[in-house]
């Protein structure tokens, strides 16, 4: 761990053509200074020269993932473990789980959920990869494994916890997998089909199959391009994210939308899942995907919030936004966190209890904005 706290950077974007940053002559992170607006308009992300010597250099990397990991999360961790793997090094890929989410199971047996002492030892060819995880506290127990270690933060979430040795943040970047991606180029290296395969399920995965993606984000359809070359195939993708589901799943969806309460003139929606509704489906057959589909196409809708009871004394609760609802910041006030757009919190308590506060806290960000959007115009 570093011995100094560090300022959170911005990322650094090249234009194309444009030649890497320097590293700062301080030793630290070679991320350089973002120029003047420059986020907006970028086209590639530089890779910081001090992460990828440090990937590229390691002789044994220990991989971790997030906990709840996510297409995006397993995507990283095992292409980037299949190409330092093909680059000579050992690789072990860590993840605390639970891997609850139907596209990703066929992969839980590659991760283990602790590190084994013999690996918690520091040495100059060991390196720690942490990937799309934005706090130690998603990384659960395996947080304590790795206090000795080197360690490279590799993520995309805006909001978060300055924690590792070497970071590279970019709030910019849609998903992580992007991020590995950029890596392997960045040494002149093609994924192969599996690699290609993997990274473009993540991107697919934290883009909502490209729907999210802004203008500021085209850069990454010429990242995807290259992927579809190196012989990843949407389609197949998407039938592996999409496909697949039963017919209690798609029952479940006409009770959760039923269950559909509006706030906020119709700007804001809830709705709830109970433990005896995915017992009845099955954990893996759970799909709120299709769900938040569904309710972003009301012409109104701006935000929403969907609770599940995990147990009687504990709900998740999965909030999304369109465009003016910071999400992230409410799903902090219950200790979670996320984007701006997609966030969510775990509490010890009953849905039926949460659910109320939930509504209170979307009421005070509507009008906050609205207090905003009206002052805005006036003084115009
Ligand atoms: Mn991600």
Redesign the pocket.
Known sequence: MSDRPRRRRTGHYLNPGEAAPEPACSGRDALGTARPGAEQQMEETAVPRKVHATVQSARRALILGHLEP?G??IGACIALASYLNRRGAETWLFDVGPFDRREIQAYADSFRPRIPEELQRPDSETVVIVL?CSTPERLGELANDIQQLRTVVVD?HPAGVDFGTTRWVEPLSP??CYLVQLLIEANGDIPTPEEARLLLFGIAT?TGFFRHLTAEQSFVFSAIARLGSAGASPKAIHRMMYGGRTLASRKLLSRVLDRLDPHCDERFFTSFETKEDTDQVGMSNRDSESFYQLVFSIETCEALAFLREEAPNRCTGSLRSRDYIDVSSIAEQFGGGGHKHAAGFLVERPYQSVMPEVIAAFRRAFAEADAARHSAGASS
């Open positions: 996510d995006d999360c799309d995309h998903a992580t934290d």
